[in-house]
Nanobody, 121 residues
Framework: QVQLVESGGGLVQAGGSLRLSCAASGRTFRTYTLGWFRQAPGKEREIVARIAWSGGTTYYGDSVRGRFTISRSNAKNTVYLQMASLKPEDTAVYYC??????????????WGQGTQVTVSS
């Protein structure tokens, strides 16, 4: 069983930066694929970024590629999302998720409770 707890959300002006963190419990964390998702009001949840267990392979959604960076520290059982050049359309609840699989398709077995990110114009 894995528990995920996000932190780092808040209110930021357009063009600013934020770093989200997701701390995980569980001894097998380092073998999991980790991802960040977001959901804005009235919209479907979308994947923001994904990182392989080794940290060597990453994937980004089209809307954030070049602005966001996902990373992980297996020693700290934590995954990060560094967000830069934030836009009002980045406003959403951000969730981290973990999957026991190392390659697609992913089912995302575990989810955090989410953290709100609000970008003002």
């Amino acid at each position: 069983q894995v528990q995920l707890v996000e932190s780092g959300g808040g209110l930021v002006q357009a063009g600013g930066s934020l770093r989200l963190s997701c701390a995980a419990s569980g001894r097998t964390f380092r073998t999991y694929t980790l991802g960040w998702f977001r959901q804005a009001p009235g919209k479907e949840r979308e994947i923001v970024a994904r990182i392989a267990w080794s940290g060597g392979t990453t994937y980004y959604g089209d809307s954030v590629r070049g602005r966001f960076t996902i990373s992980r520290s297996n020693a700290k059982n934590t995954v990060y999302l560094q967000m830069a050049s934030l836009k009002p359309e980045d406003t959403a609840v951000y969730y981290c998720a973990a999957d026991t699989r190392s390659s697609p398709p992913f089912d995302w077995d575990y989810w955090g409770q989410g953290t709100q990110v609000t970008v003002s114009s």
